[in-house]
């Protein structure tokens, strides 16, 4: 059993800066992969940034650039930093967890954290 926990959103001006946290707790495995998506009403969840557990890191090419993700292992602990935001960053933002148990591929999901950038 795993929990996360997203914390951080909120309504600010375009081009001000947001962080975003992810607390992870339960059963993880130090070979894991953390991750940040977000969901627009009406539209697909993307793919907004990723973090393995050795620090690979991988963005979106929307948020390269602007967005910086990392990890505190120690705590099981994921960031994003946000900077320049725009209108269109608007969107709930979801943490996710992927990790190998016996063998086969386990997927988490916070419950998202609303993030409004206003013009």
């Known amino acids: 059993q795993v929990q996360l926990v997203e914390s951080g959103g909120g309504l600010v001006q375009a081009g001000g800066s947001l962080t975003l946290s992810c607390a992870a707790s339960g059963s993880i495995f130090r070979a894991n992969t953390m991750a940040w998506h977000r969901q627009a009403p009406g539209k697909q969840r993307e793919l907004v940034a990723g973090i393995t557990s050795d620090g690979i890191t991988t963005y979106a090419d929307s948020v390269k650039g602007r967005f910086t993700i990392s990890r505190a292992n120690n705590a099981n602990t994921m960031y994003l930093q946000m900077n320049s935001l725009k209108p269109e960053d608007t969107a709930v933002y979801y943490c996710?967890?992927?990790?190998?148990?016996?063998?086969?591929?386990?997927?988490?999901w916070g419950q998202g954290t609303q993030v409004t950038v206003s013009s």
């Open positions: 996710r967890l992927l990790q190998l148990q016996a063998g086969s591929s386990r997927d988490y």
